[in-house]
Every structure is written in structure tokens, then in C-alpha cells.
């Protein structure tokens, strides 16, 4: 078609104009239509003849090319639900709509107290024997991805009077209690023994049927929760993943569910896997992707070498009555 250019229309101002049949204006993307037109043709698809005249080489339909009121978000729409975590694209339909402040849950506080007299902080090089503070780094870590606030309350010796008063201290301003270490069947582990000691203690389980981190304690003192993580650090960092993660998750108001929180893939597995039956085993991979096919490789290692942590993207669940997993099985990979 050859049509008149009966204007111009500008950004940011209503349009003074009528378009008339046989003729059209120019507009910005974002500009308002004027009266008299329903589409848009995009300029890649037209020819400027002279000033006054236009060639379009391609034809459209009404409505083409343009947003119409309330298309996006219309009157009483539920934009953003609650229990939502607010991501930088929901941060931006927030500033559309004119809000400047929304209502969120409170970032949850949590307490981390590394326990041991083996343990040294991480500025020091440690003594034979002795091992520097993994644990504190690394379950806060996990605890800052949740959105929460981690409060370091730093190495407290193997002494119940000792870990007793770091705890009494932690409860009057934190939200939730983890602490690592003395959680197993050791002669100097004292974490039961002290958490029952308080009043209204609740020791909901001491030793769980998962590897690794059996001998974790699930707690709650005066209505606060309280993990015990081994104080192996690889159990400390898994059990963390697993049973923290999406419990803080769930007092920020997302749903809970009856699995590790995170974004997880399907993959098919490379190697065969064994596993001893009785325990829920998480088994770390490395992930490999070949066209659209995704292969899961276990990453072999002993038991306590963070290096199988570190080289991994994620873990599958070996179900607890389950020997094993046969190589060619698609598995649900959670990724750390």
C-alpha cells in the first residue's frame, strides 16, 4: 500500500491527530495510538517515498504490533502470590504498578555455633589433629542463600557449660539454632545432653536414616528450632542442603516440601550406584550434556573428602529401601 503520513506522533504525549483511511503516522515503540488507527507495521517493513508519502511491503491485522489497556495486568489481578521469593523481574512489575514498599516475611536469624576442641578458625594453620573451621563458612553460606541472616557465634570447646551458655545467648536474638558437632556417640559429645537440658526441650530425632548425616538431632527449645549437624563437615554441608535449606524456606512463607529445596534436573545415570539398604543416601554427580541429553557421572571419592562436594553440581536420592541405582536410570538431580 501507498499511504499519506499524516504526522508524527511524540514519546510521552497523547496524540493530537486522527488517523484518517488511506493514511498513517509515524510512532516510537511505546508511543500512545492516536484515534483512527488499530496496528502498528514495524519500519524494517516499509518504504519512505518522499516526505509526505509511505510504501508499506507488509500487510498486518488489527491489533498487530500493539498493547492494548489492561492486556498485561488488568484491575484485581493477582501479579505476585504470596510465598513468592521476589526476583528482579518481579521487582520491575512492582515498580510498574506504582509500589514502592510490599509486605515480605522477616529474613529469618540464624545462629551458627561451630562446636570441637579439634576445630581452629580459618586464619590459623591448624595443628596435626586439628582441622580449621569449615562448618561456620560453609552452613552459613547456605543459610545466605536461603535470603536468611547468619550470625556467626564462632568455636566453642567440647564443655556442656561452655556450649550451654553460647546457646542461652544465641536464643535471645536468633531465629533459628544450628549447631555442628557432638551430635554423634562420642564420649565427648555433649549436644543432646545440653539442648534437653533446657526447659521445654523437645528432641524430635537423634540420629536420622540418611548418609551422609545420621547422627543429626532435630530439636525445638521455647518454640525455637535447633538442627544438630555432625560435625563432619561433608555430612554437616549435606544435611544442611537437605533438612535446613527448605525448612527456612518454609518460615520465609514458600511452600514445604517433602524433598531437598532447589532447582533440580532430570539426567540419566552414567554408572552404576550402590547403597547400603536402611538409609536414604545422596549421592553427588557432575553433570554432562551431550545435545539434549543430560548425563549424570557420580563423583567417586571416600566419604569425607570435601573435593566431592566441590566437584560436584548437584545430588540424587538413593530411596531409603533401595540397594542402589543401575546405570541407564533417569534420576531427579538436585543442584547445589
Known amino acids: 500500500a501507498l499511504l499519506n503520513v499524516a504526522g508524527k506522533i511524540l514519546m510521552g504525549r497523547m496524540p493530537d491527530m486522527t488517523v484518517e483511511t488511506g493514511q498513517v503516522a509515524e510512532i516510537p515503540t511505546g508511543g500512545f495510538l492516536p484515534d483512527g488507527s488499530d496496528s502498528v507495521v514495524m519500519v524494517e517493513y516499509t518504504n519512505k517515498l518522499t516526505n509526505d508519502e509511505i510504501e508499506i511491503t507488509r500487510p498486518v491485522t488489527a491489533g498487530e504490533n500493539v498493547m492494548a489497556r489492561a492486556d498485561d495486568v488488568a484491575e484485581g489481578d493477582e501479579v505476585l502470590y504470596s510465598g513468592r521469593r521476589i526476583r528482579p523481574h518481579d521487582a520491575g512489575i512492582l515498580a510498574a504498578l506504582g509500589y514502592t514498599e510490599v509486605n515480605v516475611y ?49 568455636i566453642v570447646r567440647d564443655e556442656p557449660e561452655l556450649l550451654r551458655a553460647v546457646i542461652e545467648k544465641a536464643f535471645d536474638t536468633a531465629d533459628v539454632i544450628v549447631i555442628s558437632g557432638g551430635s554423634s556417640v562420642g564420649e565427648r559429645d555433649h549436644m543432646v545432653s545440653v539442648v534437653s537440658g533446657f526447659q521445654d526441650a523437645e528432641i524430635f530425632a537423634h540420629g536420622i536414616a540418611v548418609r551422609p548425616g545420621k547422627p543429626t538431632m532435630l530439636a525445638k527449645v521455647g518454640g525455637k528450632p535447633v538442627f544438630g549437624l555432625p560435625g ?34 532430570s539426567a540419566t545415570l552414567a554408572v552404576s550406584t550402590h547403597s547400603p539398604h536402611g538409609r536414604e543416601e545422596y549421592v553427588r554427580v557432575r553433570l554432562a550434556r551431550d545435545g539434549n541429553n543430560v548425563s549424570a557421572h557420580p563423583v567417586f571419592g571416600k566419604s569425607g573428602m570435601l573435593t566431592t562436594l566441590v566437584r560436584a553440581d548437584g545430588f540424587f536420592v538413593v530411596p531409603v529401601h533401595s540397594e542402589g541405582v543401575a546405570a541407564g536410570e533417569t534420576v531427579d538431580v538436585y543442584l547445589f
Open 106 to 154: 522477616k529474613q529469618p536469624s540464624v545462629a551458627i555455633i561451630s562446636t570441637g576442641d579439634e576445630i581452629v578458625p580459618v586464619s590459623q594453620t591448624p595443628e596435626p589433629g586439628r582441622i580449621r573451621d569449615i562448618n561456620t563458612h560453609g552452613i552459613s553460606a547456605i543459610v545466605e542463600s536461603a535470603g536468611a541472616v547468619a550470625v556467626r557465634y564462632g
Open 232 to 265: 563432619h563437615p561433608v555430612s554437616a554441608l549435606v544435611v544442611a542442603q537437605v533438612f535446613l535449606l527448605p525448612f527456612l524456606k518454609y518460615i520465609e512463607g514458600e511452600e514445604l516440601t517433602n524433598e531437598p529445596a532447589g532447582r533440580r534436573v
